[in-house]
């Protein structure tokens, strides 16, 4: 079975965290769902947007609960705004990066996903599977080197096993 090879995209940002008048003294913790339209190309990602969970921290502004699978340039913890449309929060931009990173990874054999995911955690990252079971996201928190996450999936991608994005890298590499 042909595979098509699942494209490197990087995304960099300054490394450099402002926080730009996000204040959580007013935090609500309540958890809300921020939809995060897609642009597809290609035919990828499948959906055309991504629900994700997040806590309002102040009004308009939200905290990633969630590693995303599809959206681009967000990670866990980054706060965002958002605003309401149509019955919906929909993402408008980023107010503070957390300087994690998002990664994602398609496993070609589904069987061999908790062996990825365990590494992984090895490595000290953070895991969720889509519910397709071979679409792994993977949270880089900013303490965890990039580098041995990025070696170790370099390695299972050339080995055949799986293609990988870095869609959020906030670490130096």
């Known amino acids: 079975m042909a595979r ?3 494209r490197l995209i990087v995304r960099r940002f300054g490394a450099a965290r402002h926080n730009r008048g996000v204040s959580e003294t007013r935090s609500t913790n309540r958890i809300v769902q921020v939809c995060f339209p897609l642009e597809q190309v290609g035919g990828w990602p499948p959906v055309t947007q991504e629900e994700i969970a997040c806590n309002e921290i102040a009004p308009g502004q939200y905290r990633l609960k969630a590693i995303p699978f599809y959206a681009r340039a967000v990670a866990r913890d980054d706060v965002v705004k ?10 408008t931009e980023v107010a503070d990066r957390s300087e994690a990173a998002t990664v994602r990874a398609i496993v070609y054999e589904p069987a061999r996903v908790p062996e990825v995911r365990k590494t992984l955690g090895f490595l000290g990252c953070d895991t969720a599977i889509n519910e397709l079971g071979k679409l792994v996201a993977i949270h880089v928190p900013s303490f965890v080197p990039y ?11 050339r080995s055949g096993l799986l293609g990988y994005e870095a869609s959020c890298l906030m670490h130096t590499v």
Not at 147 to 157: I, K, S, W
């Open 4 to 6: 098509e090879p699942f």
């Open 82 to 91: 958002a605003e309401m449309r149509q019955g919906k929060l929909v993402y």
């Open 147 to 157: 580098g041995p996450v990025r070696d170790y999936l370099e390695t299972q991608a």
